[in-house]
């Protein structure tokens, strides 16, 4: 076969390749939302309360000022390992690890998620992913109770 020949019908498959995966968003889809981020006070993550903390204390590995809402801002959280509760106020989202700041390197640190449990204080939309009541322990719970059955 002649080596132009295969080379165009090569080059053809992978431009029409590129073209159907641009037209149908491979990278993220937005209708695969977290069943943890869905609906505003009755999903699991996004129940409008957070471990308190003050803001100086906080250990917010991640502010984002390019999310634009909640619903996103919750979405991040469940999507980054490290994110234990997020917070969306004042057109930013805040997502908060396990950890406060100056406490890491004290032989028994305070956490996050060791911390009472009230109402977000940058915003109204707000929630907890992977505390022990947040929504990803709830939902393995679920899960566990239900693979029993």
């Given at each position: ?14 431009l ?31 129940t409008n ?8 204390n906080?250990?917010p590995?991640k ?40 406490q ?26 992977r ?15 239900h693979?029993?059955?």
């Open positions: 076969m002649n080596y132009k020949i295969f080379w165009t019908i090569f080059s053809s498959y992978l029409a390749f590129a073209i159907f995966a641009y037209a149908h968003n491979y990278e993220t889809p937005k209708d695969k939302i977290s069943i943890c981020c869905k609906t505003p006070e009755k999903s699991l993550g996004w309360t957070l471990h308190k903390y003050t803001y100086p906080i250990n590995f502010v984002d000022n390019l999310i634009s809402t909640a619903q996103e801002c919750c979405q991040a959280c469940v999507e980054h390992q490290d994110c234990v509760q997020w917070d969306f106020g004042q057109n930013t989202c805040l997502l908060v690890g396990n950890g406060l700041l100056g890491e390197l004290s032989a028994d640190p305070v956490k996050t998620c060791d911390l009472v449990t009230g109402p977000p204080t940058r915003g109204t939309d707000a929630g907890i992913i505390c022990s009541d947040g929504c990803i322990p709830k939902l393995r719970k679920y899960w566990k109770h693979d029993k059955n």
